[in-house]
């Protein structure tokens, strides 16, 4: 295995673009390779941890992680050897990030208050901070996902505040100028004067991928009063950022408004559904297959939301479920319910407690699964909100400081519902109970990545060619952290500043910028796209999407198929234009076709949607799949024993 990967890796990095791009010639790279492959010869016959499960992956065919470790591990031999003394001080100098508050001078000429509204699922905490958003004069909320956003931002304009729309693939403003925005959080506007600032969700500040976006905008934000919501257990967190950016801290606790209990049982049978009924299933083929079994069975609707619906499709599907006068009595959804969705769910079933966590099945995390089965019982929906809203559109027009509710309120004093929560099958049901009475633990330290202005300064301390991904692996090697933050993960940034280290003319900031684009270069296709994509960009071209041929726009034209490749190649197409759109918005005078990606992109789903129609929940509960899923969950046995003997 580890001779198998030292010749991929020779074979690639021996390419006379790539030694062009790293200033090696062919003599020094040979030199140097042959070092290297001693010394890895020599790290694999000694053993140890490391290198035996690495290699043992590799046998079992999950080569990538012994491919990248080899790979970066040569390019500190090379590249890492050419540092003088000065240089390596210099480094160490620009990576020390214990006081990320400082990166936000203007933030703190401010005297900000911080109000943390905490509490469980379904308690009312959200409504209190958005009541004070709809106060203000200028605003912005800022959550995990753009379903989030998209609704915050349809609530503020549905009550006659003009309100402009931010994510990562997409900018709505509205027909007069904003006094509000609403975005995803990677997309907070560091450099704007606000009254008010709404950051959803504040628990995954922890995120080992995302919780810097958390922290950023916490640490960034140039608002009066920030109102974060979120799990209780991140208060001390809170508290002591507080302490270090002398902002005022309140916290307002909440109780949850309605009961939340487990049932006695799983459900067993789809048959068994009732009107109010909740499904989560994790991938958008299950979500769209057992849609399909459910209405065989039962004959009657199900809507379904998940987070790659288009906005408008998700709201529509949110309003035929939360409409207690049709026949759409169920709901199939993805994890998505767990973040804040407004829907009038009476029962959360999981279809599953086990989840892909992009390297294997593993089991939901506490806190994740608590979230989630803490939406059945909602209060109040997004829907009855809304209609409420523009039924007193006028009212509002003579008193600029009423207040509509868009949730739970004061007024909730009694609970309207019980929510329940249970697995669709007995395989699941021992970890849902054990997991329901525990609590997640505390939340101890803030998701750090550092700044595009600190990547600049401290590349300059680098030999002209040395790869970027090596860049931020050193900066993370060698980074000096507060004790309070964490540096989050490298994983999609390190794959993507590979791909596109043979383009030319790019300069650190645009490569640190298109590290952060949603892609994968685990589809070849996909990373073929990107490469052809930034290429043009660097060349200072402007990029139409019909002049990409690695583009597979041809799927479009083909008849549908239940063939897998067909599937794949949709997800692909919308992938690519995902990614042309994201870039749109980075390198607007490069490209160019916004408009016709974003036709293409609706024409994708359409097609994903009538394809997975076709699906039977038997395709997609695979043997293979049911393998995995039931090796995942006895892997769990002694959590359930230990459960049932307390």
């Known amino acids: 295995a580890l001779r198998s990967r030292l010749n991929a890796l020779r074979q690639e990095l021996s390419d006379p673009v790539f030694l062009e791009s790293s200033r090696l010639t062919k003599e020094t790279f040979d030199e140097q390779w042959n070092r290297f492959e001693q010394i890895a010869t020599l790290w694999a016959k000694k053993g140890g941890q490391e290198s035996e499960n690495l290699i043992r992956a590799a046998q079992r065919g999950k080569k990538r992680a012994l491919a990248n470790r080899l790979r970066y591990w040569f390019y500190a031999e090379v590249f890492g050897n050419r540092f003088t003394g000065a240089e390596r001080k210099n480094q160490e100098e620009k990576a020390d990030l214990r006081y990320p508050s400082e990166w936000y001078p203007a933030t703190r000429q401010l005297s900000r208050t911080v109000h943390l509204h905490v509490g469980p699922t379904n308690s009312g905490k959200t409504y209190h901070a958005l009541k004070r958003l709809e106060q203000a004069e200028r605003g912005l909320y800022l959550g995990p996902l753009r379903l989030l956003a998209h609704e915050v931002y349809t609530r503020l304009n549905s009550k006659g505040i003009p309100c402009a729309l931010v994510t990562g693939e997409e900018t709505r403003m509205p027909d007069e100028p904003p006094k509000m925005w609403s975005c995803t959080v990677e997309m907070a506007p560091l450099n704007s004067p606000l009254d008010v600032a709404v950051i959803d969700e504040i628990q995954m500040i922890n995120h080992s991928d995302r919780g810097w976006a958390w922290t950023q905008s916490f640490l960034g934000v140039q608002a009066k009063e920030i109102h974060l919501c979120g799990e209780a257990r991140a208060v001390p967190l809170i508290k002591e950022l507080c302490a270090l950016t002398g902002d005022a801290v309140q916290v307002h606790n909440y109780e949850r408004l309605t009961p939340l209990e487990v049932a006695p049982e799983p459900l067993g049978s789809l048959?068994?559904?009732?009107?109010?009924?909740?499904?989560?299933?994790?991938s958008v083929m299950g979500i769209h297959a057992l849609r399909r079994e459910i209405e065989t069975k039962t004959g009657r609707n199900c809507a379904m939301v998940y987070g790659s619906l288009p906005p408008e499709t998700r709201a529509q599907q949110a309003r035929l479920f939360n409409d207690p006068d049709n026949d759409y009595d169920f709901l199939v959804a993805s994890d998505a319910v767990g973040m804040g969705l407004n829907l009038a769910i009476k029962r959360v079933i999981f279809e599953s407690t086990v989840k892909h966590n992009g390297t294997k099945l593993a089991p939901l995390e506490i806190s994740d699964l608590k979230q989630i089965a803490g939406r059945a019982g909602r209060y109040k929906t997004a829907h009855e909100a809304n209609t409420a809203a523009t039924a007193q559109r006028s009212e509002e027009a003579m008193n600029t400081n009423a207040v509509v509710p868009a949730g739970p309120g004061p007024e909730a004093t009694k609970p309207k519902t019980v929510g329940i929560v249970t697995t669709l099958e007995k395989l699941d049901f021992p970890y849902l109970k054990g997991v329901m009475k525990r609590e997640p633990p505390p939340i101890e330290t803030a998701g750090l990545f550092p700044p595009n202005i600190i990547v600049e300064r401290f590349a300059q301390y680098f030999p002209p060619g040395t790869p970027f991904s090596y860049i931020l692996l050193r900066l993370h090697e060698i980074s000096k952290i507060h004790p309070r933050f964490h540096l989050c993960s490298l994983r999609d940034q390190l794959s993507i500043a590979d791909a596109i280290h043979k383009v030319k003319n790019l300069s650190i900031s645009d490569r640190y910028t298109i590290c952060a684009v949603p892609s994968s270069t685990r589809d070849q296709k996909e990373e073929a796209f990107l490469v052809s994509l930034v290429e043009r960009i660097a060349d200072g071209k402007s990029v139409n999407l019909l002049d990409l041929p690695e583009l597979p726009l041809h799927i479009l034209d083909e008849p549908m198929s239940a063939e897998t490749s067909y599937l794949r190649e949709l997800e692909t197409l919308h992938k690519c234009i995902v990614v042309y759109l994201w870039l749109s918005y980075r390198f607007p005078n490069s490209v160019v076709s916004?408009?016709?990606?974003?036709?293409?992109?609706?024409?994708?789903?359409?097609?994903?949607?009538?394809?997975?129609?076709?699906?039977?929940?038997?395709?997609?509960?695979?043997?293979?799949?049911k393998r995995e899923r039931e090796s995942a969950i006895k892997k769990l046995g002694a959590f359930v024993e230990a459960d049932e003997q307390e």
């Open 271 to 282: 048959t068994r559904l009732e009107k109010g009924d909740c499904i989560v299933v994790f």
């Open 594 to 625: 916004r408009k016709l990606a974003n036709y293409a992109k609706k024409l994708t789903e359409d097609a994903i949607e009538k394809t997975l129609t076709e699906f039977t929940y038997t395709q997609y509960a695979s043997k293979k799949r």
